[in-house]
């Protein structure tokens, strides 16, 4: 299995920017396709972006695109997450996953997760 950390939430201002990274231990890291996801408090989990085993396919949600984008570095096992034109609507627990099958864009399609990392947008 892989074990996944996620670091650099914090709190910002609207229009700023973060980057948020999943550390991966364990199984290689380039054998898997990643995901993020945020879930705020009362909402159901929320696909944000999927990037390809090699980084050379991304896909990203209609709420994100254009402001968030996807990267990661095999050789030093780490998933990004580049926020920008971040907005109050923003703020939620984010959190990498491992996809496994199914549909990118569905939570079940994942199999393992971070424990999340905090983003909080003021106004």
């Known amino acids: 299995q892989v074990q996944l950390v996620e670091s650099g939430g914090g709190l910002v201002q609207a229009g700023g920017s973060l980057r948020l990274s999943c550390a991966a231990s364990?199984?290689?890291?380039?054998?898997?396709?990643m995901g993020w996801f945020r879930q705020a408090p009362g909402k159901e989990r929320e696909f944000l972006g999927y990037?390809?085993?090699?980084?050379?396919?991304?896909y990203y949600s209609e709420s994100v695109k254009g402001r968030f984008t996807i990267s990661r570095d095999n050789a030093k096992n780490t998933l990004f997450l580049q926020m920008n034109s971040l907005k109050p609507e923003d703020t939620a627990v984010y959190y990498c996953?491992?996809?496994?099958?199914?549909?990118?864009?569905?939570?079940?399609?994942?199999?393992?997760w971070g424990q999340g990392t905090q983003v909080t947008v003021s106004s």
């Open positions: 990037i390809s085993r090699s980084g050379g396919a991304t």
């Open positions: 364990g199984r290689t890291f380039s054998s898997y396709a």
């Open positions: 996953a491992t996809f496994a099958r199914g549909p990118v864009a569905t939570a079940d399609g994942y199999e393992y």
